[in-house]
């Protein structure tokens, strides 16, 4: 068990919907991020934030954004949902001092997305 | 950033033996990462070796960097079913984000 948590573990949702994924990082982190894993893109980094702030972007879409939280828990908003949007969406986190995306990165169990 | 490309693509072997698998990478780093995906799960990361580093051991987990080459192999002795996974690598410079491969997916057949 990492210490990071996610909800839900499953989703099923239509194309068009928009849905909220949450994480839960380790106690004591500060860095937060978020990745979508799917057959076809493997795994690919969509965004960092750092103890409240956007810290790295990557390969994310505009109809996706994310939040971090003063408690540190981040969420990951997706919406009009496309089917190729269906995959794995990992949360991670680290205790990233500087925000550093070189720090050991301690994943969450994934949430996994389905668009019908 | 950098993408580290993992091979093979793919390993099977039977319990009990050695599994090698390389990673190379195109540009100077800071240091490499090694982690493991098992079947639809997070990843969890294996050791990390630092660029003045050329060997790293964990357990049954030996790791080698050869910066000259770029490039990185992990070696996993005494192989076992819960090996079986998927295995990236992620080289890292200054402040990049962690960038993966497609990984090797390996076997352990009993």
């Known amino acids: 068990d990492s210490g990071v948590t996610q909800t839900p573990k499953h989703l099923i949702t239509a194309t068009g919907q928009r849905v909220t994924l949450r994480c839960s990082p380790r106690?004591?982190?500060?860095?937060v991020y978020w990745y979508q894993q799917s057959l076809d893109q493997g795994l690919q980094f969509l965004i960092q934030?750092?103890?409240?702030?956007?810290?790295a972007k990557g390969n994310i879409l505009e109809r996706f954004s994310a939040q971090q939280f003063p408690d540190l828990h981040s969420e990951l908003n997706l919406s009009s949902l496309e089917l190729g949007d269906s995959a794995l969406y990992f949360c991670?986190?680290?205790?990233?001092?500087?925000?550093?995306?070189?720090?050991?990165?301690?994943f969450g169990p994934g949430t996994r997305l389905l668009v019908l | 950033s950098q993408q580290g490309e993992e091979d093979p693509q793919a390993l099977s072997i039977q319990e009990g033996e050695n599994a090698t698998m390389n990673c190379s990478y195109k540009?100077?780093?800071?240091?490499l990462q090694w982690y493991r995906q098992n079947s639809g799960r997070g990843l969890v990361h294996l050791i990390l070796?630092?660029?003045?580093?050329r060997e790293k051991h964990s357990g049954r987990l030996r790791v080698t960097l050869d910066t000259s080459k770029k490039s990185s192999s992990l070696l996993i002795t005494a192989s076992r079913a819960a090996d079986t996974a998927s295995y990236f690598c992620?080289?890292?410079?200054?402040?990049?984000?962690?960038?993966f491969g497609q990984g090797t997916r390996l076997t352990i057949n009993p």
């Open positions: 992620a080289p890292i410079q200054g402040a990049q984000k962690l960038v």
């Open positions: 991670a986190s680290s205790v990233a001092a500087s925000g550093g995306p070189w720090e050991t990165q301690y």
């Open positions: 934030y750092y103890n409240g702030e956007e810290r």
């Open positions: 070796i630092r660029s003045n580093e």
């Open positions: 106690s004591g982190d500060l860095s």
């Open positions: 540009t100077s780093i800071n240091n």
